[in-house]
């Protein structure tokens, strides 16, 4: 059985970020959402992007996670914004009805990766974290 693993990339520009998840968000992995998440909102960031493209799976505890960093954010001024769940999440943000909590109002168009890349530092990504060891970093 393989170790879940969880990794994290954030571009900051002022007080908005882009976080990119990469792996599975399940019992195993949420707290690196919750605390990348929370980072976040503590340095300052009011308007969070989430980009979910390369999540292989989330399930209810990850959605639980994002709806409380969603909340956390909107008592501080702010807003968090998931961009491409994957189809398990998705299914289940339809089925709990929080779409509006996360994914903006219905009839919002998706936010293409190109107009991500705008809103984030355009310099490399850094790790923030990470649920199992890493494999060799790249040279960025």
């Given at each position: 059985?393989?170790?879940?693993?969880?990794?994290?990339?954030?571009?900051?520009?002022?007080?908005?970020?882009?976080?990119?998840?990469?792996?599975?968000?399940?019992?195993?992995?949420?707290?690196?959402?919750?605390?990348?998440?929370?980072?976040?909102?503590?340095?300052?960031?009011?308007?969070?992007?989430?980009?979910?493209?390369?999540?292989?799976?989330?399930?209810?505890?990850?959605?639980?996670?994002?709806?409380?960093?969603?909340?956390?954010?909107?008592?501080?001024?702010?807003?968090?914004?998931?961009?491409?769940?994957?189809?398990?999440?998705?299914?289940?943000?339809?089925?709990?009805?929080?779409?509006?909590?996360l994914l903006g109002?219905?009839?919002?168009?998706?936010?293409?990766?190109?107009?991500?890349?705008?809103?984030?530092?355009?310099?490399?990504?850094?790790?923030?974290?990470?649920?199992?060891?890493?494999?060799?970093?790249?040279?960025?």
């Amino acid at each position: 059985m393989s170790i879940p693993q969880l990794t994290l990339y954030r571009h900051d520009r002022h007080s908005r970020a882009l976080i990119t998840l990469a792996g599975e968000i399940d019992l195993a992995t949420e707290h690196l959402v919750r605390d990348g998440l929370g980072r976040c909102l503590r340095d300052g960031i009011r308007t969070l992007d989430v980009d979910l493209t390369t999540v292989t799976f989330c399930d209810v505890t990850g959605l639980n996670a994002f709806l409380h960093a969603a909340r956390a954010f909107a008592v501080a001024g702010g807003s968090l914004r998931l961009h491409h769940p994957p189809q398990v999440l998705a299914r289940i943000i339809a089925l709990t009805g929080s779409g509006t909590l996360l994914l903006g109002l219905p009839g919002d168009l998706p936010v293409s990766r190109a107009a991500l890349r705008h809103v984030s530092d355009p310099g490399p990504p850094h790790r923030i974290a990470s649920a199992a060891p890493a494999l060799p970093e790249r040279v960025w």
